[in-house]
């Protein structure tokens, strides 16, 4: 049982990595297509909302994260 779980668990990890990839790359080709400053808020969260497909609750967070201001 165990051999089991160690052979699970890593599989399992790198699954989930490599799931992420395509949207990351798609919202990095909107926001480059974008002239917009991601240092200025109001900017940063119009973006993130075009771009990621977001909310303004979560794209305000993101941004603060960034160093918006």
Same mark, same amino acid.
């Given at each position: 049982?165990q +051999? !089991?779980? +160690?052979?699970? $668990?890593?599989?399992? +990890?790198?699954?989930?990595?490599?799931? @992420? @990839? %395509?949207?990351?790359? %798609?919202?990095?080709?909107?926001?480059? /297509? #974008?002239?917009? %400053? =991601?240092? $200025?808020?109001?900017?940063? $969260? /119009?973006?993130?909302i075009?771009? =990621?497909? @977001? !909310?303004?609750?979560?794209?305000?967070?993101?941004?603060? #994260?960034? @160093?918006?201001?």
């Open positions: 049982m +051999v !089991v779980l +160690v052979l699970l $668990i890593p599989l399992a +990890v790198l699954a989930a990595c490599s799931q @992420g @990839g %395509d949207a990351t790359s %798609d919202a990095n080709l909107c926001k480059a /297509a #974008l002239p917009y %400053d =991601e240092k $200025i808020f109001d900017q940063c $969260i /119009a973006a993130c075009k771009c =990621e497909r @977001g !909310v303004t609750t979560t794209c305000a967070t993101s941004c603060r #994260l960034k @160093g918006a201001k």
